[in-house]
């Protein structure tokens, strides 16, 4: 080597080599760690549960519908005379709440009776008198559901002069009964509906006053139910006397005595 010459310096191809040979690249162990860190730990999947995915869904019970009738009135004692003079019979019953609610007589029709039949014969049961038909109120129908069903009921009711009897609470579906000034059904009758009913009613007894019976409108054509309610039931009436009117209960039903 010349003395103009400068030595060349020699490449450590050595360390290099042994660096690129020290294992797998820094990076790719990182990602590796990483993945194995971060993944979310998967849920343990019991028979149970894998039973549950494949069992088919099942849809929604569909409410069966029952359509109900029934027919029911508003009996008026005094429908000749006065208005002030008036009043009305009225079944009260007590809810879920504890409230006494007033409302008109009424029940389900029965096989072989017409909706007429059925006003009158509820209207004795459930107060213990007797009334007729003179003319159609009108009907309310409304829907609930009871019992696995869904209800449509459609109830007929009239307008009805008092023959003869005594109000009675005998029946156990109901609490009282009562005699109400017909200027005060707005307030009791606890249903709008048949708050409605009320109004028509003493409208037909203004007609019965100037025109007579004759210009009261004709009954609608009734015929008789030829199969029972699906939803009919059975009174449990009270045959013991001495239940029927405890001590210092009225006689005529409409609730305790001073």
């Given at each position: 080597m010349s003395d103009g010459e400068q030595p060349k310096s020699r490449r450590r191809r050595g360390r290099r080599r042994g660096r690129r040979a020290a294992g797998p690249p820094q990076g790719s162990a990182e990602r590796t760690d990483t993945a194995n860190t971060d993944a979310a730990p998967q849920p343990t999947v019991t028979p149970t549960d894998q039973a549950r995915k494949s069992r088919p869904r099942r849809p929604p019970e569909r409410l069966r519908t029952v359509h109900e009738t029934s027919a029911g009135g508003l009996v008026?004692?005094?429908?000749?005379?006065?208005?002030?003079?008036?009043?009305?019979?009225?079944?009260?019953?007590?809810?879920?709440?504890?409230?006494?609610?007033?409302?008109?007589?009424k029940g389900h029709i029965e096989m072989g009776e017409t909706a007429e039949q059925t006003a009158i014969r509820e209207v004795a049961e459930e107060t213990g008198i007797q009334g007729s038909v003179l003319a159609a109120l009108g009907s309310i129908d409304y829907w609930f559901v009871t019992e696995g069903?869904?209800?449509?009921?459609?109830?007929?009711?009239?307008?009805?002069?008092?023959?003869?009897?005594?109000?009675?609470?005998?029946?156990?579906?109901?609490?009282?009964?009562?005699?109400?000034?017909?200027?005060?059904?707005?307030?009791?009758?606890?249903?709008?509906?048949?708050?409605?009913?009320?109004?028509?009613?003493?409208?037909?007894?203004?007609?019965?006053?100037?025109?007579?019976?004759?210009?009261?409108?004709?009954?609608?054509?009734?015929?008789?139910?030829?199969?029972?309610?699906?939803?009919?039931?059975t009174r449990n009436r009270r045959r013991d006397e001495s239940s029927q009117t405890p001590p210092g209960r009225r006689t005529n039903g409409c609730g305790q005595g001073p």
């Amino acid at each position: 080597m010349s003395d103009g010459e400068q030595p060349k310096s020699r490449r450590r191809r050595g360390r290099r080599r042994g660096r690129r040979a020290a294992g797998p690249p820094q990076g790719s162990a990182e990602r590796t760690d990483t993945a194995n860190t971060d993944a979310a730990p998967q849920p343990t999947v019991t028979p149970t549960d894998q039973a549950r995915k494949s069992r088919p869904r099942r849809p929604p019970e569909r409410l069966r519908t029952v359509h109900e009738t029934s027919a029911g009135g508003l009996v008026i004692d005094g429908i000749d005379g006065p208005k002030d003079s008036q009043v009305a019979a009225l079944i009260g019953r007590v809810d879920r709440r504890g409230r006494m609610l007033w409302s008109l007589p009424k029940g389900h029709i029965e096989m072989g009776e017409t909706a007429e039949q059925t006003a009158i014969r509820e209207v004795a049961e459930e107060t213990g008198i007797q009334g007729s038909v003179l003319a159609a109120l009108g009907s309310i129908d409304y829907w609930f559901v009871t019992e696995g069903r869904r209800v449509h009921k459609t109830v007929h009711h009239y307008l009805m002069r008092f023959l003869d009897g005594e109000l009675s609470d005998e029946d156990v579906e109901v609490t009282e009964v009562a005699w109400v000034p017909l200027k005060e059904l707005p307030s009791r009758l606890a249903y709008a509906d048949e708050r409605r009913l009320a109004e028509v009613a003493d409208e037909l007894i203004d007609k019965l006053h100037t025109d007579g019976p004759a210009a009261l409108p004709p009954l609608p054509r009734s015929a008789p139910r030829r199969r029972p309610q699906t939803h009919s039931h059975t009174r449990n009436r009270r045959r013991d006397e001495s239940s029927q009117t405890p001590p210092g209960r009225r006689t005529n039903g409409c609730g305790q005595g001073p």
